[in-house]
């Protein structure tokens, strides 16, 4: 999630969603939302936004204000939520809490979101944890998680772990041939030689670089951009 004091950004399996402190003045909800969209990641454009306000009734005007201001970062207004169909942000968990939830080897635990299809040009998932895809990712399809990233086949399409700024996070797939490959700020792409099948391969961050591996040898490594 992307979050200011009033305003905050989530993936969910269902999209994205806006969520507006009902509380809080118009201007400053709107300050706040360019804010937001500034730093928001550029694989988010084009992507439909639902608005979530509690029981505040804002006007048309403001409403368009909104709308407005995603349009200027090439997000769309796609309409509003109801109590009944948000997913209302958790707090934010401390660093101890975080680093208690770590197992001794493994991942973070957290919420995981099982693909189990492959995916096909044109398909996006954005989810606020972990994805894991139960088949292909095509080229032209994209996966943006907070958490890890798996593929049980090819992956050949963009892939963007630790999507909030988490180094830690990985991708692996079982042919890691992606258009682009991202974990928290750091970007890069495949090989030239990305047609051919490597085995099962996994992606992290080592020495401030991308280091894909396989079997425990260090590969291919993209730099920062």
């Known amino acids: ?32 939302l360019s804010t937001l969209m500034k730093n928001s990641d550029q694989f988010l454009q084009g992507a439909a936004v639902r608005c979530y306000a509690g029981k505040r009734e804002f006007s048309e ?16 207004l796609a309409g509003w939520l109801t109590e009944d169909e948000v997913y209302l942000p958790k707090p934010r968990p401390s660093v101890y809490a975080e680093r208690e939830a770590r197992l001794e080897e493994g991942m973070v635990e ?27 990712v095509n080229p032209g399809a994209e996966i943006i998680a907070t958490g890890n990233i798996v593929v049980l086949g090819s992956l050949k399409g963009v892939a963007h772990a630790g999507a909030t700024g988490n180094r830690e996070a990985t991708v692996s797939a079982y042919h890691l041939a992606p258009t682009q490959l991202r974990i928290a700020d750091l970007v890069t ?23 894909v591996e396989a079997a425990g040898l260090s590969g291919w490594r993209g730099k920062a951009r």
């Open 1 to 32: 999630m992307t979050r200011t004091d009033h305003v905050a950004l989530k993936g969910t399996r269902d999209g994205l969603v806006l969520y507006l402190d009902p509380a809080a003045d118009f201007e400053l909800l709107i300050n706040e």
């Open 61 to 76: 005007e403001e409403i368009a204000g909104i709308a407005a201001a995603l349009k200027e970062s090439g997000l769309e």
């Open 110 to 136: 957290g919420h995981c979101l099982f693909v189990e299809r492959s995916m096909r040009s044109g398909k996006s998932v954005q989810y606020e944890g972990h994805v894991v895809v139960m088949g292909d």
């Open 189 to 211: 792409r495949a090989p030239d030689d990305g047609t051919e099948i490597r085995g099962p391969e996994i992606a992290k961050i080592k020495d401030d670089q991308l280091v």
